[in-house]
């Protein structure tokens, strides 16, 4: 019984006693397992501690925002770039945010901070190359899909982009070498198969057009099937 009761003393004297700092990394942790209730309550012991926190203002924004509730998520971004302005997540996060609200034309400036405080990610790069052709502005997505490469050269979703950007030019291959790129990065990735399959009908290569819609096929990308019936059943 003594022992029951010491250990809830020490159990209590370590809550009130913990730091600010030191709940957030609870809460990383408990995020991290899955167990997103349990870390917004030690991301709230956290501020408790140390209301100027940004970054745990912006895990609760991560946390908001993988339980689709974009406003709140939004609202904890902005407080954390409010107490820290040169923090590249909450920055790259309140733009990825407003894309998922479809507010494309605000979401570039908060990117555009996030590359000029870690020029060296990809991820910026990628994010506002997805912004820039959302925007109809193909040029500048491929510019930066292409900047996304070279700082990450296995950034599939930058290869598999551009290639989409390339064959809306009808530069086939060229879009050709970028899916295949992103399906050898990555062979399970249904979608760069299948878009390699629509560039090799394109380019007249209907051999290798079909092996690329069957690879598709058994990663159970949609249409895939209808395309192999189509194509190479004949």
């Given at each position: 019984m003594k022992k029951s009761i010491l250990f809830l003393s020490l159990v209590f004297m370590w809550a009130c006693s913990t730091?600010?700092?030191?709940?957030?990394?609870?809460?990383?942790?408990?995020?991290?397992?899955?167990?997103s209730v349990s870390a917004k309550e030690a991301l709230e012991k956290a501020l408790e501690k140390n209301p100027g926190l940004a970054e745990a203002y912006n895990l609760r924004g991560v946390i908001l925002f993988q339980e689709k509730n974009y406003p709140e998520a939004e609202a904890a971004y902005r407080?954390?770039?409010?107490?820290?302005?040169?923090?590249?997540?909450?920055?790259?996060?309140?733009?990825?945010?407003?894309?998922?609200?479809?507010?494309?034309?605000?979401?570039?400036?908060?990117?555009?901070?996030?590359?000029?405080?870690?020029?060296?990610?990809?991820?910026?790069?990628?994010?506002?190359?997805?912004?820039?052709?959302?925007?109809?502005?193909?040029?500048?997505?491929?510019?930066?899909?292409?900047?996304?490469?070279?700082?990450?050269?296995?950034?599939?979703?930058?290869?598999?982009n551009r290639g989409n950007i390339l064959f809306q030019e009808e530069n086939y291959p060229a879009a050709i070498a970028d899916f295949a790129k992103a399906a050898e990065i990555n062979p399970n990735f249904g979608k760069a198969y299948y878009a390699l399959g629509l560039s090799y009908i394109k380019s007249d290569q209907n051999d290798k057009a079909c092996l690329a819609f069957q690879q598709a096929q058994k990663l159970n990308y949609p249409g895939a099937a209808e395309a192999v019936k189509n194509l190479c059943n004949r």
């Open positions: 730091s600010g700092e030191a709940w957030l990394e609870e809460a990383k942790t408990r995020f991290g397992k899955g167990e407080k954390a770039i409010e107490l820290k302005p040169s923090l590249y997540t909450a920055q790259l996060n309140l733009g990825a945010v407003l894309m998922e609200q479809g507010v494309w034309d605000k979401s570039i400036a908060p990117t555009n901070r996030a590359i000029a405080a870690q020029p060296d990610s990809a991820a910026g790069y990628l994010q506002r190359g997805i912004i820039q052709a959302a925007l109809a502005k193909p040029a500048e997505a491929k510019n930066d899909f292409t900047e996304a490469i070279k700082r990450s050269p296995k950034e599939i979703n930058a290869y598999y």
